[in-house]
């Protein structure tokens, strides 16, 4: 005869995980089955066979301990059970018959009954209206970027025309950060209605997913890019940009033999280029901030801490490339040296003359050969307060340029649609080094040559938002807003600076 833990076993129970109740039931059908073995078997005629020989039960172990009952034991199993059904019959009330008749027949002890009852009571809340085949978790999502008033063509772009028609049916008046929780608590099989006294519980069942902190993600890292994206991006303009793999600091080179073909003979045979290399240096760099929407947040239902911080930290981010950028370009009064990249003096300010002449200086310059780099200017950098001559000098045909007298004149611009005008408010920002409300720089194209680089870790140009560890029971939704990237000059060949004054 097998054990009570040997009978658990074969029947596919773990009696780690049994609670008392379910050992006390399991165990008067184990003693039952046990006592029903000992029984005469009928023959198959319905004759009982001869009685087997019977055993008085010793009432002393060998141990000389007592035995214990069984007929007492199961007397209190099934008092026991008798008592567990009285009271789940009494917590259904006749009104849940479903739930009293699996609670029964699984075993349910009054407490998991209760629950049973009290979520079956709880008045069923809205479910998101969707057409066939959209889930509710994009529904959500687009009801977000809604109410946080991205443009509604993005949204559509993100989502598809049925997910946001869906969230519009849905949410009339927009979603708020509350109704949001309660909304992803409820997709889960949830039925809450207010988040009043349930704060702790619709939190810890709205976020018992990764999937409503990856709706509050997206969201965030939408209105960091908004704010990213606001910030001056004239770097991308006059910048080269590369990928790297980490943040090691990486070497390129510049081959600067010539290359130039020479007459093959007429035995055919190829000479070789003597190669030379220029190296420069770069290195990526992490930059970020913190940022969290506080317990206190979403008791208040305010939607603008999900988007106005993540907004300030993506702004954050752009300021940060652009310090690191223009510093790096701006101080560079040991880099555009000598009459090949700079000019200076009256005649350097910026204008039709000044402009031709920087031209000159460019198509000047030579390799490491002595042989010209045949290059062609590309983009007119300037600070503020020369971008409408640099965009005169771009677009008109006619400049009217002042005279030493300080009279207009006219004259031909030949210098119209040549030079793409780009402006910062950097230059001229006496917090950096080198600054200056005069100088300007005639620039190369930078995929030719670079005077300035940008790194991306893994190709990445823009800052990335993501939920980091946090109870939001206790601090909130917390999130961390991070960039990586390096700026490094490189080579002053591709480009002229000019002074711009005496």
């Known amino acids: 005869m097998k054990t009570f833990e040997q009978w658990l076993q074969a029947n596919g129970h773990d009696v780690t995980k049994l609670t008392d109740d379910e050992k006390t039931r399991l165990k008067a059908q184990f003693d039952e089955e046990q006592k029903k073995a000992g ?8 004759a009982e066979p001869k009685p087997k020989p019977q055993v008085q039960p010793a009432t002393v172990q060998a141990s000389g301990e007592p035995t214990v009952d069984p007929v007492a034991d199961y007397r209190k199993t099934v008092a026991a059970e008798a008592r567990r059904v009285a009271a789940v019959h009494k917590l259904c009330a006749g009104a849940h018959a479903d739930i009293e008749a699996k609670a029964i027949e699984e075993g349910w002890t009054e407490t998991q009954t209760e629950l049973a009852v009290l979520k079956a009571s709880r008045p069923a809340a809205p479910a998101i209206h969707a057409p066939a085949g959209v889930e509710a978790f994009p529904v959500l999502e687009a009801a977000l970027d809604l109410a946080a008033r991205l443009p509604e063509k993005d949204v559509i772009a993100d989502h598809g025309d049925k997910t946001v028609e869906a969230a519009h049916k849905r949410f009339r008046r927009g979603i708020s950060l509350q109704e949001l929780f309660m909304e992803a608590a409820n997709a889960l099989g949830h039925s809450f209605r207010t ?13 018992s997913t990764r999937t409503l902190s990856g709706i509050l993600g997206n969201t965030a890292n939408k209105y960091l890019l908004a704010g990213f994206s606001a910030i001056e991006q004239a770097w991308r303009e006059i910048a080269a940009r590369r990928s790297v793999k980490d943040f090691k600091q990486i070497t390129s080179y510049r081959m600067t033999g010539s290359f130039e073909y020479e007459e093959v003979g007429a035995d055919g045979e190829l000479t070789h280029d003597a190669v030379n290399e220029e190296s420069f240096t770069n290195q990526a760099k992490t930059y970020g901030r913190m940022f969290t929407v506080t317990r206190q947040d979403i008791i208040n239902d305010d939607l603008g801490a999900l988007t106005d911080t993540p907004r300030k930290i993506g702004r954050g981010a752009g300021l940060k490339l652009n310090d690191v950028f223009w510093t790096a370009f701006m101080n560079n009064s040991a880099f555009f040296t000598g009459s090949s990249k700079y000019i200076s003096g009256a005649d350097t300010a910026l204008g039709i003359v000044a402009l031709t002449e920087a031209v000159g200086v460019f198509f000047a310059k030579t390799d490491a050969d002595s042989k010209p780099l045949a290059l062609t200017p590309k983009v007119l950098l ?60 005639l620039l190369g194209d930078p995929e030719d040559i670079a005077t300035v680089e940008v790194a991306f870790l893994n190709g990445v140009e ?41």
Do not use: C
Not at 40 to 45: I, L, S
Not at 384 to 413: C, I, Y
């Open 195 to 207: 988040m009043r006294g349930n704060e702790e519980d619709v939190l810890r069942a709205a976020f």
């Open 39 to 46: 029984e005469p078997a009928k023959t198959d005629a319905g």
């Open 462 to 502: 823009r800052p990335t938002v993501e939920s980091a560890d946090a109870n939001f029971n206790v601090l909130g939704i917390q999130y961390r807003g991070y960039f990586d990237f390096g700026v490094a000059r490189q080579d002053a060949r591709g480009g002229v600076k000019s002074k711009g004054a005496a």
């Open 382 to 441: 300037v600070p503020g307060g020369l971008s409408v001559l640099a965009r005169q000098l771009f677009s008109d045909t006619m400049v009217n340029e002042l005279t030493t007298a300080n009279k207009p004149k006219p004259s031909n611009n030949p210098h119209a649609g040549q030079f793409q005008p780009v402006a910062s408010a950097y230059l001229a920002n006496s917090n950096y080094t080198g600054y200056s409300t005069t100088a300007w720089y």
